[in-house]
């Protein structure tokens, strides 16, 4: 049981173009899923929460604007990287949470996808 | 938000030694989970904890919360080259309001 999809694995675009990455939960619901980013040899770095339903809360620094975080279902999120530059490269990673429910507390951890490596050209 | 810490860093042994990596904050989690991190895919639940002095076992991995619920160790025995990967401690705070990652233990493990 809780199985991610992370879709894609490899992205290779253009300057300028931009990208979305997919995550689904495959037999759970995520009330709750995260965005990581991961750069070489080092650990995960929080972008932002993403509650079902409502918008998603950014980590300071993170621009809003550049990643465009949608989470409109209870098994899926989207990532959306805009007009992508080289410095956005990276091994982006999500996450999700089966929340059991609002305003309750389910004790439950946090499930990976396999992430997306986005190399911009 | 919390900072966690983990040490070693980095951690080169020969295959059957035992090892022992340490995940320490100054403040309390409500839960905390580890990580297993191979190259190019997401990190992998191993074990949650959630009541301070906690141990639990999954083979040949031991997993010990500390009593204030503040620490937490996770000690291999007899090292395999499987076990190779990056270790990652996540604390989860005020009963999932976040979740905090440490840096990362970088277990390699030689046959």
């Known amino acids: ?121 | 938000t919390q900072l966690l810490e983990q040490s070693p860093q980095f951690l080169s042994i020969q295959e059957g030694e035992n090892l022992t990596v340490y995940c320490n904050s100054s403040s309390v989690f409500s839960s905390l989970q580890w990580y297993r991190q191979e190259p190019g895919e997401g990190p992998v639940l191993l074990v949650t904890v959630v009541t301070g002095g906690e141990v639990k076992k999954l083979k040949r991995l031991t997993f010990q919360f500390g009593d204030a619920r503040k620490d937490s160790s996770l000690h291999i025995t007899a090292a395999q080259p499987g076990d190779t990967g990056l270790y990652l401690c996540a604390g989860e705070e005020n009963y999932g309001q976040n979740f905090v990652f440490g840096p990362g233990t970088r277990l390699s493990a030689l046959p």
């Open chain 1, 1 to 121: 049981g809780a199985v991610v999809s992370q879709h894609p694995s490899w992205v290779i675009c253009k300057s300028g173009t931009s990208v979305k990455i997919e995550c689904r939960s495959l037999d759970f619901q995520a009330t709750t899923m995260f965005w990581y980013r991961q750069f070489p040899k080092q650990s995960l770095m929080l972008m932002a929460t993403s509650n079902e339903g409502s918008k998603a809360t950014y980590e300071q620094g993170v621009e809003k604007d550049k990643f465009l975080i949608n989470h409109a279902s209870l098994t899926l999120s989207t990532l959306t990287v805009t007009s992508a530059h080289p410095e956005d490269s990276s091994f982006y990673i999500c996450s999700a949470r089966d929340g059991g429910g609002a305003g309750t507390y389910s004790n439950q951890p946090q499930h990976f996808g396999d992430g997306t490596r986005l190399s911009i050209l």
